[in-house]
């Protein structure tokens, strides 16, 4: 007859992390531990099936450690705020992130991308220690904006909008100019725009050698697309400005 062995896991608790495990449950200190590791060093899916738990459960032990280690973390007040929002989970949620950018650590997490989300981070201090916010970085989304203009003083001074999603929108911009501006052309059986989508999207100095003599020739072109190009590319040097007003005296 085959010999089976078999165990019952106590309910364990950890006064320093916090962590504790029920009975009979793979959330013991122990198992965390072991999953916090394994989370560090692969995305939530990747751990779930190395630990052998469903993406919820592996997203939930990431979730319980970080509101651990918040809750630990003195509170102090950034300088220099970054404010992102990431996608979680495998649907369209998101989470609001709150980076302190002097340290590069995360000072704060909320559900969801709305105003409410970023408003519980600046109601966690005093109208006096908010006054110690020097910048808050951030995409163009415009509840951040207003949760930042309803909490600070001069806040429209110390919103930044960062250059990532800033030059994403640019470039968007432009292709929107050469797809309208190609449809016209072509109708005028002027097909001078055909084929040139990607040349746009490039910076001068990363355009690749094989494409430069057409680049050149359409702009030197009357074309508006080459006029939206040209005042994106303008606009990719305004961040290294170091003080307000500089780059009008250019």
Not at 162 to 181: I, N
């Amino acid at each position: 007859m085959p010999a089976r062995r078999g165990w019952t896991a106590r309910s364990t608790g950890c006064a320093r992390s916090g962590c504790r495990g029920p009975s009979r449950t793979r959330g013991s200190p122990l198992f965390e531990r072991l999953a916090i590791d394994v989370l560090t060093a692969c995305d939530v899916a990747a751990a779930a099936g190395l630990l052998r738990v469903s993406w919820d459960e592996a997203w939930h032990l990431m979730d319980r450690a970080v509101a651990r280690g918040l809750a630990a973390k003195p509170l102090a007040t950034p300088a220099h705020v970054g404010v992102d929002e990431k996608s979680a989970g495998q649907g369209q949620d998101y989470i609001t992130v709150v980076c302190d950018l002097d340290t590069g650590t995360v000072e704060y997490l909320a559900d969801e991308r709305r105003q409410a989300s970023l408003d519980g981070y600046f109601e966690k201090f005093t109208p006096e220690q908010r006054k110690q916010i020097k910048a808050v970085a951030m995409d163009m989304w415009e509840p951040f904006a207003t949760s930042t203009r309803e909490h600070l003083t001069d806040p429209d001074s110390k919103i930044v909008f960062d250059r990532y999603h800033l030059m994403g929108y640019l470039t968007t911009a432009v292709d929107t100019v050469r797809k309208t501006e190609n449809k016209a052309l072509a109708a005028a059986g002027d097909k001078s725009l055909a084929g040139s989508k990607y040349l746009w999207l490039y910076s001068a100095e990363n355009l690749p050698e094989r494409h430069r003599d057409r680049f050149a020739a359409l702009r030197a072109g009357d074309l508006r697309t080459a006029r939206a190009w040209a005042i994106k590319e303008s606009l990719r040097h305004f961040w290294s400005y170091k003080r307000r007003g500089s780059w009008l005296s250019e």
